[in-house]
């Protein structure tokens, strides 16, 4: 069964589709097409921006502060639930079961990305992006 929607089916005399209230599509029309010119508003919209409160700036070692506490404590949250001494036998088997050669790979790896970040945060700093 194939159900059709007689609005978009149907056209006027321009081709347009017809609407359903066609003398609202033609103020529509209208009111678009007309050139606004600016309205004003008397500085009104100025005397508001004017009167807002300033911005307080909060000193940097607070903003840290903000984002490090946070971020102490839901890191210790999450090693709470953790065994770390599960995690250092784990490490400890993984490093004895790890090839030389494997092992050089991984840390030169880790170094590369290690280094990426310090130029990234280095380039942030002398503002290059």
Not at 55 to 61: A, D, H
Request: proline share 2%; hydrophobic share 50%; net charge positive.
């Amino acid at each position: 069964m194939i159900i059709v929607n007689h609005n978009q089916d149907q056209k006027n005399s321009n081709g347009q589709p017809a609407a359903t209230d066609d003398s609202f599509d033609i103020f529509l029309r209208t009111q678009l097409q007309q050139q606004k010119s600016y309205l004003s508003d008397e500085n009104f919209s100025a005397g508001v921006l004017a009167r807002l409160p300033k911005v307080k700036r909060i000193s940097r070692w607070r903003e840290r502060l903000i984002i490090i506490i946070p971020l102490v404590a839901i890191s210790l949250l999450v090693l709470s639930q953790h065994s770390l001494l599960a995690f250092a036998i784990r490490s400890w088997v993984l490093l004895s079961v790890i090839s030389f050669a494997d092992f050089i790979k991984i840390t030169l790896e880790l170094s590369v990305v290690m280094l990426m970040a310090v130029g990234f945060w280095s380039a942030r700093k002398i503002n290059l992006f």
